[in-house]
């Protein structure tokens, strides 16, 4: 076996700026991803069902001084046998990749004695089928380069607290954290680091993933750290687990919740 290596001291960095893949890059959390990827230096490739909304990253200014640019590609992360492909197109953008952030995702709600089989299947392919599919083409791709790399996944809180409407959900990113410890032990000789993130509630403006009023107000009320999350919070994290910072980490999954993950706040004293 090969002695893991920082990928700070892998071929690729130090030869230019590194490129990242960010799926769900047209939501909330995924284009702050992709905007804080950028604005360290990286290259972005943006992927996501709706490519129109990608638009004014594609087609902006840079975001700083020395921002790595943004390029978009459509994927539909429920046609699997498609994925491996999809990752070859990626990798010819800018010839390699360095990260993929898995960060699309769908949390509806349906309560568990009227979820339909397709409403099941529909969550688990794109939170969890499918970021098996996409991160195993892309560490054949790095492995066959000899380069390290990072996988970041967007997990949730909802993988250790069930709740209710959420049994596809939870049961999802419950099977994503597990699949982050897989990936992480059996790529760690190729010096790819796997790692989540788990957010808490951020508040985003989302027509996919709409949340209901009393839903919104209830888990905001709970939660220790007064302000809302917000994309950015997630963000900074993914950069985190990106960087130098992090070389000896993988299989974690860090919660960015307000504290939510400690216990509920608006419990009244005992
Ligand atoms: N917002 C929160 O409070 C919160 C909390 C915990 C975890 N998360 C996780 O963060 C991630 C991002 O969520 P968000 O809040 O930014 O949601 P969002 O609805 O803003 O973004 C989700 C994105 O995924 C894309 N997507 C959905 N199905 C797809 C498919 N088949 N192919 C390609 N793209 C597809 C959508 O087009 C959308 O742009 C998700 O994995 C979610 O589970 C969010």
Redesign the pocket.
Known sequence: MSTPQSTTESTREQNGPRTALV?????????AVAKRLSADGIRVIL????TD?LTPLTAGPPLAENAGGFAALE????DRAALPGFVDRAWNVWGGLDILV??????PSAPLLEMRDDQWDQVM???LS?VFSLSRAFARRLVDAGTGGHIVN?????STRARRGAAH?CTS?AGLDMLTKAFALELAEHSIHVNAV????????????PLGEAYVRSIRGGQPWPRA?V?DD?AGAVSFLCGPDSGWMTGASLSVDGGAGTGNAALPLS
């Open positions: 799926t769900g890059a047209a939501g909330g959390i995924g284009a992927a996501d069902l709706r909304r994927v539909d992360l429920t898995n960060a699309a995702g769908l949390y392919d794109v939170n499918a967007i997990s949730s809180g909802a959900y990113k788990s957010p808490g509630f951020i508040e985003v403006d989302s027509d996919v993933n999350g994309p997630i």
